[in-house]
């Protein structure tokens, strides 16, 4: 199966469960890059992306939301597209797990397993973690928690299908060993490893408790569980059941390209889902690390998330798409912060790689009106630049084939490098002085030539840059259409006009790039800050940024039941809904509200603050209230706003 020249690669398919953070743009920045490099190298590509849209994650978000599944989710999925069309993702699909397609697939996929005798009947009674749509067994958790994302638990049971991992454990062991690519980095090969030698138990695939699913097609009060259903994407998306040819062509995929908490997904449950149903693995799932927000987890709930649009509205999509890429080791851990962002800005592409432009442009510009001169004879030094260029084109291949992104761009920019120093070297100025035409031909060509094949490197990564080098270059050739080919050496043609503009990367002021402001808006908003700053201030506490105010997760909750807290007369505990966790939160306000009288109101509670046990009872968040003298009043919101939802 699979033909010779095809390259199946796919990204996870994202929850809507909330709008997508520069966490996500990274897997689908990588993925493109990879897609984009395998095009240009005349595979023919096949990359899927798409929606994990069911299950009871998002069930609840919608319900929380007052909305219908299906309408919470359409809005969202909309989000993404903007997203991927902003970011210049170049997918051939987008797969969402509510088409119809996917939904005679996910089915067929159960019934099959199912007639082979791999699913069986049973009562699932364990746990499960909603966030991460997880089933765990006690001894897994981590302090009663999930061991993936350290959050809660729920206790469920009910009945349920099983599909019989444990029965292909040693089989999966076999393929692994046998398939060295299979998992990768080997860090993660390793770990998977660990785990399926600790025991696998048999996995639940369908739940009774909610509908938002595809319903087990021969017991429909069941639905399929998520999991199974969204991995089964990659079936539908290489048109499995719909068009034969091409499941023939593109079957196995060569690369998921997932994050290291979902490699266990991809790398157990799913091959053993494809031995049940006696199809080819894929050739490599990948499990790339997390970005950091300096060096904590994005989340949510610590209000540190990155917003892809606005940064990418403030940086350029191609400084963004360039940073991810290259600031983190692919495979590990990395950070994001606005420092590191600008100073690779400020070094790798302004510096080296604009400047680089900019100046040999302004040379051919200057002492050649504008036309490039042919190459002429050349030196050793001339010819070092030529072997560089060349070794760097298979080099960057070489990382890609072995998905090393970040060491790709690293060794591109050491070509940017070795060009730069070759005109330090080779001094056109001088020879200009001299009147040295011949050589300073040969110099100008070498650059602008050596500056086209470095567009071309670069058009994977940056691509709307990589244009913009080209048009600089006068090159006629559609770069968009160029292939690895056309980096052959010598590919400028003499009399070629070049065509002088502005720097394709700015430089940036460290100092004039401030979080929370619209750079062009700067001198008014710093007027109108300074103009509040200097008016008498009421007896306010010191000012603080929308960004120290977004940390704060305020929600509305729904009291359900209050009780005094013994021993203390002025507190009350209280517990809350927020959406549909019940938490309890512990308040001084047993003076001026009598339990009863609570119930049922819907309140304001900080739900991020650490939680701490007042008087030896735990509280999970805070109410807000307002006092004045011996008065208090709880913050409530108009109109009928259910509990969970945000207030900002
Ligand atoms: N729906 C599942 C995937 C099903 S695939 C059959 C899912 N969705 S997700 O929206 O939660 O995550 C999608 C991808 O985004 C994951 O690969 C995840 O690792 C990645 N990231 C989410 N936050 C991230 C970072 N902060 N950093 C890097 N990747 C991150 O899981």
């Known amino acids: 199966m699979g033909s010779d020249n095809k390259y199946y690669i796919t990204t996870p398919i994202y929850y809507p469960s909330d709008r997508l953070h520069i966490g996500h743009a990274y ?141 292909y454990a040693e089989r999966l062991l076999e393929h692994i060993k046998e398939n060295p690519d ?78 290291k908490e979902i490699t266990r997904f991809h790398t157990i449950i799913w091959p053993i889902l494809l031995m049940a149903l006696d199809l080819p693995l894929p050739k490599t799932v990948f499990g790339h690390g997390w970005l950091l927000f300096g060096d904590e987890k994005m989340s949510k709930s610590r209000g540190n998330v990155v917003d892809p649009m606005e940064l990418a509205d403030e940086f350029g999509v ?70 560089k260029a060349r070794q760097t084109v298979g080099s960057v291949g070489g990382h890609i084939d072995r998905l090393e992104i970040n060491a790709a761009l690293a060794s591109i920019w050491r070509l940017v490098g070795r060009t730069n120093k070759y005109i330090d070297e080779a001094a056109p100025w001088a020879l200009n002085k001299a009147g040295d035409h011949d050589r300073l031909d040969t110099v100008l060509y070498h650059l602008a030539e050596t500056l086209r094949i470095l567009a071309l490197l670069v058009k994977s990564f940056m691509p709307t840059s990589a244009a913009k080098m080209w048009t600089q270059l006068g090159t006629g050739k559609n770069i968009e259409t160029c292939t690895i080919e056309d980096t052959t050496w010598g590919g400028t043609e003499p009399q070629t006009k ?67 807290v013994s021993g203390a007369d002025r507190l009350l505990c209280l517990q809350i809904k927020v959406g549909a966790e019940t938490r309890q939160i512990v308040a001084g306000i047993a003076q001026h509200y009598a339990p009863e009288d609570l119930i049922g109101k819907r309140i304001v509670v900080i739900v991020n603050l650490k939680p701490a046990k007042v008087r030896g009872v735990v509280s999970e968040g805070m109410l807000l209230a307002a006092s004045a003298a011996s008065e208090l009043g709880l913050v409530s919101v108009e109109n009928d706003i259910p509990s969970g939802a945000p207030v900002k």
């Open 318 to 387: 191609d400084a963004i798409r360039y940073f991810l890429l290259r600031e983190i080791s692919f495979g590990q851990d990395g950070s994001f912060t606005r420092e590191a962002l600008i100073e690779r800005i400020n070094a790798d592409l302004a510096n080296d790689l604009g400047n680089l432009l900019h100046r040999s442009v302004a040379m051919i510009d200057r002492y050649r009106d504008g036309v490039i001169p042919s190459g002429g004879s050349f030196t050793e030094l001339e010819k070092a630049l030529q072997d």
């Open 498 to 564: 070049v065509q002088k503009g502005n720097p394709i990367f700015p430089r940036l002021d460290p100092d004039e790039v401030h979080e929370d402001e619209d750079r062009k808006e700067k001198p008014e908003v710093e007027k109108i800050q300074k103009e509040a700053e200097a008016k008498p201030q009421a007896d306010t506490k010191p000012m603080v940024s929308i960004n120290d105010f977004a940390k704060l997760d305020l929600r509305v909750a729904e009291v359900v039941e209050a009780e005094p």
């Open 182 to 259: 299979f998992i990768r980095p080997a860090s993660r090969r390793n770990e998977m490893v660990n785990f399926i030698k600790s025991g696998l138990e048999d996995l639940c695939v369908s739940r009774t408790t909610f509908d938002w699913g595809i319903p087990v097609p021969f017991d429909e009060k069941h639905v399929i569980y998520v999991w199974v259903d969204a991995l089964t994407n990659y079936l539908t998306g290489a048109g499995f059941l719909d068009d034969e040819a091409k499941f023939a062509k593109y079957w196995p995929a060569e690369l998921h390209l997932v994050g």
């Open 27 to 167: 897997t689908s920045t990588a993925a493109d890059a990879i897609a984009r490099w395998h095009r240009f190298n005349g595979k023919d590509v096949l990359f899927l992306t798409g929606s994990d849209e069911h299950g009871q994650k998002i069930e609840r978000i919608a319900k929380d939301r007052g909305v219908e599944p299906k309408a919470y989710v359409d809005e969202i999925v909309g989000t993404f597209k903007q997203l991927w069309d902003k970011y210049d993702i170049t997918y051939d699909d987008f797969i969402r797990t509510t088409d119809t397609r996917h939904h005679k697939v996910a089915q067929e996929v159960f019934q099959r397993i199912y007639d082979k005798g791999d699913i069986y009947k049973d009562t699932y009674e364990g746990w499960y973690c909603t966030p991460c749509e997880a089933f765990w067994v006690e001894t897994r958790l981590e302090d009663g928690k999930c061991p993936d994302c350290g959050r809660p638990v729920e206790l469920i049971e009910e009945e349920s299908y099983f599909f019989k991992l444990s029965k």
